[in-house]
C-alpha cells in the first residue's frame, strides 16, 4: 500500500501518526450519507469528464435532479463545461510521486491515463510504502504552463473566522502532489505551474419525487495557486522528509501525534488517545462524514 494518499497527504505530512496508526477494524465503512455525496461527486466528476450524465444505482432521483441542477444554474450546461474543463485537457488522470529520495524523473513518477475508476483504483493500491498517489481531475498544458484542477462537491468546512464554507485551498498538499509529478516528468521546466479548486457544493437532495423549488442554484466558484520552481523544489523535499519521519513515527506513533483540525475526519481517531482527547475538548464527538473528499 502505498504511504499517502492526495485527499490525506496534508494530515500524514501534518501528522506523522496518521499514516501509522491503524483505522476501525474492518477497514474503512462509510456512512449511506457519505456513500450518496461520493456517489454525488462521482455522477458529478462524470459529467466533467464527459458531458453524460449517467444514472447511478441506489439513487434514483439523482441523475433527474442533476439534470434540473444543470438547467437552472446554466443558460447552456455544456458551453459551461467547455469553458470550465477546455477541450484538449486530460481528465481523471492517477499519479503517483516516489518519496524515498529517489528523484530522477522516470524512477519517482508514474502516471495512468487508461482504464476505468475501479482499474485506476487497484493501480494506485499496488504501490510500496515508499509512494504517494492520487487522481487529478483535470490537467491542461499549454506552451509549457500547466494548469490542474481538482473538483470539490463537498459542502466543506466551517470557517469560525470567515462564517463561511469553504473547500481544500488550491495550494494544498493534494495539489502539490499532482503538479510536482507534472513538474518531475517536465525536467523541472514549467514555465508556469497553476493549481486551481472548482467548488460546487452539493445541493440538498430532495427525500420525495416532490419536485422542490429550484429557483436559483450558485454556479461553481475557483480559486487559483502559481506554484515557482522554488516551492516544487521545496514540496518535494518536504514529502521526503514527512516519508522519512512516518518510518520513525512507526516506533512510537503516539510520541508523533500532531492534534488539529485534521483530527476530526481522520480514519486513525479511534485508536489515537491524543486526537480522542483533543476532540473532546473541542466538544466534538467522531464525525463520520468526511464532507471533503469521500471519493478515492
Ligand atoms: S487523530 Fe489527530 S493526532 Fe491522532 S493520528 Fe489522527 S490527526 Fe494525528
Known amino acids: 500500500m502505498p504511504w499517502a494518499r492526495a485527499s490525506s497527504l496534508g494530515r500524514s505530512l501534518h501528522c506523522p501518526a496518521s499514516a501509522v496508526l491503524p483505522g476501525p477494524d474492518g477497514g474503512e465503512v462509510l456512512s449511506w450519507e ?9 455522477m458529478v466528476h462524470h459529467w466533467k469528464a464527459t458531458g453524460e450524465i449517467l444514472a447511478m444505482t441506489p439513487w434514483a432521483r439523482h441523475h433527474s435532479f442533476f439534470e434540473e441542477v444543470l438547467s437552472r444554474t446554466f443558460t447552456d450546461p455544456e458551453a459551461a463545461r467547455r469553458i470550465l474543463w477546455p477541450p484538449g485537457g486530460e481528465h481523471e488522470v492517477a499519479v503517483a510521486v516516489r518519496c ?3 528523484k530522477r524523473p522516470e524512477h519517482c513518477v508514474r502516471f495512468k491515463r487508461d482504464g ?9 493500491a499496488a504501490f510500496g510504502p515508499e509512494w504517494a498517489t492520487g487522481t487529478m481531475d483535470y490537467r491542461l498544458r499549454v506552451d509549457g ?11 466543506g468546512r466551517y470557517n469560525p473566522d ?10 494544498s498538499e493534494q495539489h502539490g502532489l499532482y503538479v510536482l509529478a507534472d513538474w518531475l516528468v517536465h525536467g523541472r521546466s514549467n514555465t508556469a505551474s497553476r493549481t ?14 416532490r419536485r422542490r423549488s429550484l429557483t ?48 476530526r475526519f481522520c480514519p486513525a481517531l479511534v485508536n489515537c488517545p491524543s486526537g480522542r482527547r483533543f476532540e473532546a475538548e473541542q466538544g466534538r464527538g467522531p464525525d463520520a462524514i468526511q464532507e471533503e473528499d469521500v471519493r478515492p
Open 116 to 124: 476505468t475508476t475501479v482499474e485506476k483504483e487497484a493501480w494506485k
Open 162 to 171: 470567515t462564517g463561511a464554507r469553504e473547500s481544500t485551498p488550491p495550494g
Open 145 to 155: 504552463a500547466v494548469t490542474i484542477d481538482d473538483l470539490k462537491t463537498g459542502v
Open 196 to 209: 486551481t479548486t472548482t467548488h460546487w457544493p452539493r445541493p440538498r437532495i430532495p427525500s420525495t419525487n
Open 216 to 263: 436559483a442554484l450558485p454556479p461553481p466558484t475557483r480559486l487559483g495557486h502559481g506554484w515557482l520552481y522554488q516551492d516544487l523544489d521545496n514540496f518535494h523535499n518536504q514529502l521526503i522528509m514527512g516519508y522519512e519521519l512516518t518510518g520513525i513515527a512507526r516506533l512510537s506513533p503516539e510520541a508523533f501525534a500532531v492534534v488539529g483540525d485534521d483530527c
Open 34 to 42: 457519505t456513500q450518496e455525496a461520493a456517489d454525488w461527486g462521482t
Open 100 to 102: 524515498d529520495g529517489e
